[in-house]
Protein backbone atom coordinates (compact mmCIF):
# COMPACT_ATOMS: atom_id res chain seq x y z
CA UNK A 1 0.00 0.00 0.00
CA UNK A 2 3.12 2.43 0.86
CA UNK A 3 4.80 1.93 -2.68
CA UNK A 4 1.44 2.86 -4.53
CA UNK A 5 0.70 5.58 -2.08
CA UNK A 6 4.66 6.58 -3.68
CA UNK A 7 4.33 6.12 -6.90
CA UNK A 8 0.33 8.04 -6.81
CA UNK A 9 2.73 11.15 -5.17
CA UNK A 10 5.16 11.01 -7.63
CA UNK A 11 2.71 10.53 -10.56
CA UNK A 12 0.86 13.95 -9.57
CA UNK A 13 4.61 15.41 -9.50
CA UNK A 14 5.34 14.42 -13.01
CA UNK A 15 2.25 15.66 -13.89
CA UNK A 16 2.49 18.91 -12.50
CA UNK A 17 6.18 19.18 -12.74
CA UNK A 18 7.82 21.81 -10.49
CA UNK A 19 5.92 24.71 -9.54
CA UNK A 20 6.41 27.62 -12.36
CA UNK A 21 5.23 30.14 -10.24
CA UNK A 22 2.06 32.37 -11.14
CA UNK A 23 0.22 32.27 -14.33
CA UNK A 24 0.94 34.63 -16.51
CA UNK A 25 -1.95 36.43 -18.96
CA UNK A 26 -1.14 35.56 -22.71
CA UNK A 27 0.29 38.54 -24.61
CA UNK A 28 -2.43 39.70 -26.95
CA UNK A 29 -0.01 41.10 -30.26
CA UNK A 30 -1.13 44.77 -31.02
CA UNK A 31 -3.81 45.28 -34.17
CA UNK A 32 -2.78 48.02 -35.68
CA UNK A 33 -0.79 48.16 -39.04
CA UNK A 34 1.79 45.71 -39.64
CA UNK A 35 4.16 49.29 -40.73
CA UNK A 36 3.45 50.55 -37.66
CA UNK A 37 4.93 47.33 -35.47
CA UNK A 38 8.06 46.41 -34.04
CA UNK A 39 8.71 42.67 -35.22
CA UNK A 40 10.98 40.89 -32.67
CA UNK A 41 12.16 37.27 -33.74
CA UNK A 42 14.36 34.66 -31.96
CA UNK A 43 16.51 32.19 -33.55
CA UNK A 44 19.34 29.80 -32.65
CA UNK A 45 17.82 28.25 -29.80
CA UNK A 46 16.20 31.73 -28.41
CA UNK A 47 12.66 32.02 -27.01
CA UNK A 48 11.05 35.09 -26.30
CA UNK A 49 9.16 34.02 -23.63
CA UNK A 50 7.86 36.89 -21.57
CA UNK A 51 7.09 40.26 -22.88
CA UNK A 52 5.88 42.95 -20.44
CA UNK A 53 5.17 40.55 -17.81
CA UNK A 54 2.67 38.68 -19.99
CA UNK A 55 3.33 35.18 -21.48
CA UNK A 56 4.39 35.51 -25.06
CA UNK A 57 2.86 33.49 -27.99
CA UNK A 58 5.02 30.42 -29.67
CA UNK A 59 7.27 30.30 -26.63
CA UNK A 60 5.84 27.12 -24.93
CA UNK A 61 6.97 24.37 -27.63
CA UNK A 62 10.73 24.60 -27.91
CA UNK A 63 12.78 23.18 -30.07
CA UNK A 64 15.38 21.48 -28.32
CA UNK A 65 19.90 21.10 -29.81
CA UNK A 66 19.80 25.22 -29.82
CA UNK A 67 17.60 25.43 -32.73
CA UNK A 68 14.33 27.27 -32.80
CA UNK A 69 12.51 30.23 -32.31
CA UNK A 70 9.89 32.24 -31.88
CA UNK A 71 8.64 35.81 -33.34
CA UNK A 72 6.35 38.64 -31.40
CA UNK A 73 5.06 41.69 -32.50
CA UNK A 74 5.48 44.53 -30.98
CA UNK A 75 4.00 48.43 -30.43
CA UNK A 76 6.55 51.13 -30.67
CA UNK A 77 8.28 51.91 -27.71
CA UNK A 78 10.09 50.19 -24.37
CA UNK A 79 9.40 46.72 -23.44
CA UNK A 80 10.65 44.46 -21.16
CA UNK A 81 11.18 41.00 -22.62
CA UNK A 82 12.47 37.91 -20.81
CA UNK A 83 14.34 35.33 -23.30
CA UNK A 84 15.18 31.88 -23.11
CA UNK A 85 17.79 29.97 -25.02
CA UNK A 86 18.21 26.45 -25.42
CA UNK A 87 22.04 25.33 -25.61
CA UNK A 88 22.82 22.34 -27.78
CA UNK A 89 22.61 19.25 -25.96
CA UNK A 90 24.90 16.88 -23.69
CA UNK A 91 26.09 12.88 -24.24
CA UNK A 92 22.80 11.99 -23.13
CA UNK A 93 20.52 13.23 -24.96
CA UNK A 94 19.02 15.80 -22.62
CA UNK A 95 18.50 19.71 -23.35
CA UNK A 96 21.15 21.82 -21.55
CA UNK A 97 20.08 25.27 -21.11
CA UNK A 98 22.36 28.36 -21.01
CA UNK A 99 23.67 29.94 -18.30
CA UNK A 100 25.03 34.29 -18.38
CA UNK A 101 27.11 34.66 -15.35
CA UNK A 102 24.09 34.84 -13.15
CA UNK A 103 23.63 30.96 -13.43
CA UNK A 104 20.33 31.35 -14.73
CA UNK A 105 17.86 29.84 -17.67
CA UNK A 106 16.76 33.21 -18.94
CA UNK A 107 17.89 36.71 -19.51
CA UNK A 108 15.75 39.91 -19.14
CA UNK A 109 16.21 43.11 -20.32
CA UNK A 110 14.32 46.61 -21.55
CA UNK A 111 14.61 48.53 -25.23
CA UNK A 112 13.06 50.57 -26.94
CA UNK A 113 11.44 49.12 -29.80
CA UNK A 114 10.82 51.21 -33.20
CA UNK A 115 7.99 51.59 -35.71
CA UNK A 116 8.69 49.02 -38.34
CA UNK A 117 11.54 47.80 -37.41
CA UNK A 118 12.46 43.92 -37.61
CA UNK A 119 15.06 42.86 -34.63
CA UNK A 120 16.32 39.32 -33.63
CA UNK A 121 17.51 38.32 -30.42
CA UNK A 122 19.80 35.40 -29.99
CA UNK A 123 23.24 34.16 -30.17
CA UNK A 124 26.63 36.64 -31.61
CA UNK A 125 27.56 33.23 -33.88
CA UNK A 126 24.34 31.63 -35.33
CA UNK A 127 26.25 28.12 -36.28
CA UNK A 128 27.60 27.69 -32.79
CA UNK A 129 24.86 26.22 -30.94
CA UNK A 130 27.02 26.49 -27.97
CA UNK A 131 28.04 30.38 -28.16
CA UNK A 132 27.01 32.04 -24.89
CA UNK A 133 27.13 35.83 -26.18
CA UNK A 134 23.95 36.50 -26.77
CA UNK A 135 22.75 39.66 -28.99
CA UNK A 136 19.75 42.02 -29.78
CA UNK A 137 20.10 42.85 -33.34
CA UNK A 138 17.98 45.62 -35.24
CA UNK A 139 18.29 44.59 -38.73
CA UNK A 140 16.62 47.59 -39.89
CA UNK A 141 19.28 49.93 -38.67
CA UNK A 142 22.15 47.06 -39.16
CA UNK A 143 23.25 47.36 -35.38
CA UNK A 144 23.97 45.21 -32.59
CA UNK A 145 23.65 45.50 -29.04
CA UNK A 146 25.27 42.93 -26.60
CA UNK A 147 23.13 41.59 -23.86
CA UNK A 148 25.60 39.14 -22.17
CA UNK A 149 27.07 42.18 -19.95
CA UNK A 150 23.47 44.18 -19.59
Not at 29 to 34: A, F, L, R, T
Not at 67 to 76: D, E, I, S
Amino acid sequence: MAKASLWVLVLAWAINGCAPGPKLAKYQEPSIDESKLAVLKGYGGTYITIVDNQSAPGSTFKIQQGWGGNTVRLAPGKHDITIHRELGSNPSGASVSLSINTGKKVRAFSYVFEAGHEYEVGPRNRLNPFDTAMVLKDKTEKTEHDLTSN
